[in-house]
């Protein structure tokens, strides 16, 4: 047993493969999760709980929907736009969609340069995600503004069910809610990695603890949670 | 002592953990482009019925699948913390299909008892 006792974190851990691996790590008296610091394991522990809330919204839209003996509004038309002469089909979703990719892919190449302490491009790199993600936040208010112009109430739309008015209220809302979040949070921590406190191991305003670069990936996590998501609202909401 | 010890040496073990080429990071984002084309286009070119259905059930979750493993490192953790975290979402499903039960029960009294449609 001596083997999996490591002395700190960082250490390079031996332990058998598969399932028994699994059950050496939790049964060691010790952390369960090795070579994964605190901070990384809470976001993964939260971001699993944050799953179970959207589930659950998903959850109630599906019920709602297939409960109903009103037909439902056919996302394609609600969200269609009319660009020149021609009227697109949910091509605002779509260009959404792919702004938040993007900014995922921003991302995890963000987590990579703060990993090689090269600050310049980290920040950069956090700071266009950022960006990205206050594009999406803006045009969901342009999708609301419209909605709402045209009449869909949490109560009741023109079209059809009324629960669609409640469920997309509730969905996007609180994804828009996440996305504004995650921007504020990017934007402060790509100020401290400008400004070199991880490098300088500078003290928090907050908690007085020295910073590491590894908060960068932490920072990246919620945020390709946020994209993921997207992903399954994107697929079940507007396309279904 | 120990403390900051252990505070200075975890960023070198996780920088040799997660240190992966950009190239990667690049394919990948363009596979979620392409997946997310896909998954338009399945609107755009107007399909129904099942076949919609499962295409889009099929591009997300090759798209979920790909942010997971590659954006956020879980194909490279350890099976202890990769089993914590995907094991309890799959409880989801049972949830749902409770659901569709339900929705199927309401549905029913509703054409039963308003057999006019609201």
């Not at chain 1, 610091?37 to 709602?64: E, R």
């Not at chain 1, 409960?67 to 394609?76: A, L, R």
């Not at chain 1, 739309?157 to 996007?172: E, H, L």
């Amino acid at each position: 047993m001596a083997d999996m006792t490591p002395t700190h974190i960082g250490a390079e851990i031996a332990r058998p493969a598969g399932l028994r691996g699994i059950v050496a790590d939790w049964s060691s008296d010790q952390r369960a999760f090795k070579n994964v610091s605190w901070g990384k394991a809470m976001m993964w522990i939260f971001l699993l709980s944050d799953t179970f809330i959207f589930s659950c919204f998903l959850l109630s839209y599906m019920t709602v929907r297939m409960s109903t003996v009103v037909p439902w509004p056919n996302p394609s038309e609600v969200f269609a736009l009319t660009i020149g002469a021609e009227k697109i089909p949910l091509i605002l979703i779509a260009i959404m969609t792919f702004v938040l990719i993007s900014s995922s892919g921003t991302m995890a190449m963000a987590v990579n340069f703060g990993y090689r302490r090269d600050r310049r491009k980290t920040a950069a790199l956090m700071l266009a995600t950022a960006a990205l993600g206050a594009t999406f936040v803006g045009m969901q208010a342009f999708e609301w503004t419209k909605l709402i112009g045209e009449g869909v109430r949490p109560w009741g739309n023109p079209w059809g069910a009324p629960q669609f008015g409640s469920s997309f209220f509730m969905i996007t809302g609180f994804h828009g809610t996440h996305v504004t979040i995650g921007v504020i949070f990017l934007i402060l921590m790509a100020r401290k990695v400008l400004r070199g406190d991880f490098d300088h191991a500078r003290r928090g305003f907050f908690t007085s603890r020295k910073g590491r670069y590894e908060i960068v990936e932490i920072t990246g996590l919620y945020w390709h949670f946020v994209d993921l998501v997207w992903v399954f609202i994107f697929a079940l909401f507007y396309l279904w | 002592m120990t403390q900051v010890m252990a505070e200075t040496e975890l960023p070198r073990g996780e920088a040799k953990a997660q240190h992966h080429p950009i190239r990667l990071y690049l394919v990948v984002w363009g596979w979620l482009f392409v997946l997310s084309t896909c998954s338009y286009l399945v609107d755009y070119f107007g399909l129904t019925g099942y076949l919609r259905w499962s295409l889009i059930l099929l591009f997300m979750i090759l798209k979920a699948g790909l942010i997971v493993a590659i954006f956020m490192h879980m194909a490279w953790e350890r099976l202890a913390l990769i089993y914590a975290i995907l094991v309890p979402p799959t409880l989801i499903l049972v949830f749902v299909g409770i659901m569709i039960f339900e929705s199927n029960y309401t549905l029913l009294t509703r054409l039963v008892f308003f057999a006019t449609g609201s």
